[in-house]
């Protein structure tokens, strides 16, 4: 069983050059995220509303669904955009108001005061992210824990990137359009772009995150992010609501404390330019973003739209890399050029074709035979992952890993990728294995629908182990799999504090 989101109309193709895209400029883009030891999981580069450059790092490929981590807020942006034109949602309404149940619980002013334009913003005047302690004092309602916090400023004045804002928005909107995000998106927006969902995680049961969890391929975030590109209008037809994707893209709170007059600086980082509905303003355009370098660039200005996957943690690195190499590669189409037509590719698109054909996340190292022997170790540091055992069966390795409780059974390639499909049990996974001179053992384990790699390495019956990207959220990550519904565990319990996704 392999989880999916596929794109019924796909995006137009074209040889980079004819729509004026300089493929070196893709090139020296891919040498430096190298360089910088980034991890990159697909990557597709729009221009002019043609694919000039796509490719995915195996053993992720294009069918398959990625966690989006944070950049499905920006879906949550969208929903929130349909319910404000079909009138379920005003943007000056307070958000208690729509949660009149509470109306007697909430009683500090500020709390009281703060408007649905205000979470959309992350301005609900909170100085610091409140998830962890809104999970506390409210384990069945994130939303009546996050009221029952005072704001420490005036909403609308101060930023603050906090889950639990964007929750209050997907409450909203689900509460009023009486199902999920995920259905209420499904004719709006999802079914126009050919987007199959892959799942939304949810919490409760019924309720989609909004601030997490959306699962959806490289190609389905850049149909969305062309819609953006195109002030919502798709071959004509008008999907998003007119006007909403200036309003949600523009700067509603300066993100980075402000001298004088001005809502944003553009001076500083591509995370102090400002920030929308859901959406983050940058040097160049504005973008959705996950953690570990989950994005969607929209660049007006080139008529463009960068999509990736990753799972690094030098998520500024990537823009940098982006901005140095990609923006000087965007030239003028040439005359006489059919955009539609890839035809025949310069020498220059020929090797960064051949470049995108190969590419491959790197493989444990060894250079030793694997022997016919097994190795077992106890809890590992990190506490999510807390055994694993390597064992022959008949003529191929297998691995049995135990995650946050959880069992996992796969097939681990020697020296390659072995890819094991997701059942109702365990996530996709691909296990590589090698073996040193030394006698030491190296172990990848791939969770193919997330941005996360676990390595393990063992010897002589002890085993250390790293998370590449650490996994976020209240979920085990046994559960961080495109399957919708799936609840997140008791909010009062100890996992379910684990950490949030900062961006």
Known sequence: MTSTSTATTPLRRSAPEAVGVDPAGVLAFLDDVDARGIELHSVVLVRHGHVAAEGWWHPYGPDRVHLLYSLSKTFTSAALGFAVAEGLVDLDATVLSYFPELDDTVTDPRSRAMLVRHVAAMASGHAEETHDDAWELSPDDLVRGFLLIPPQH?????????????????????????VSLTEYLGPRLFAPLGITVG?????????????????????????????????????????????????????????????????ARADGGDWDQ?????????????RGDGAYGQFCLVLPEHDAVLVTTAGTEDMQGLLDAAWAHL?????????????????????????????????????????APLTEAAFEAGRAASGRAERLELRRVTGHWEVEAVVDGQTWVAQAGDGHWAVTEPTDVQPA?????????????????????????????????????????????????????????????????????????RR
Do not use: K
């Not at 074709?353 to 790197?362: C, F, G, S, Y």
């Open 154 to 178: 005036e909403p609308g004045t101060h930023f603050a990137y906090n889950q639990p804002c964007t929750y209050a928005v997907a409450a909203i909107v689900q509460r009023r359009a009486g």
């Open 199 to 263: 799942g939304w995680q949810q919490a409760p049961t019924g309720q989609d995150l909004g601030f997490s969890g959306l699962h959806l391929t490289t190609e389905a975030v850049a149909r969305f992010g062309q819609l953006l590109l195109d002030d919502g209008v798709l071959d004509g037809r008008r999907v998003l609501p007119e006007g909403w994707v200036d309003l949600a893209s523009q700067v509603h709170v300066a993100t980075v404390e402000q001298p004088g007059e001005g809502a």
């Open 274 to 286: 400002g920030y929308g509905f859901q959406l983050w303003r940058s040097r160049h355009g504005y």
């Open 327 to 367: 923006l000087p590669a965007f030239g003028e189409v040439p005359d006489g050029d059919d955009a539609g037509d890839d035809g025949t590719l310069s020498p220059t698109a020929r090797a960064l074709a051949d470049r995108l054909a190969v590419l491959a996340i790197r493989l444990p190292t060894g250079g």
């Open 429 to 501: 996974l691909a296990v590589a294995v090698a073996a040193t001179e030394a006698g030491a053992v190296h172990v990848d384990v791939v969770l193919l629908e997330t941005p996360h790699r676990l390595s393990l390495v063992g010897d002589g019956g002890t085993l250390t182990t790293r998370w590449h990207t650490e996994p976020l959220g209240p979920l085990p990550v046994s559960m961080q799999r495109p399957l919708p519904g799936v609840p997140a565990p008791d909010a009062a319990s100890p996992d379910a504090r684990t950490g949030v996704p």
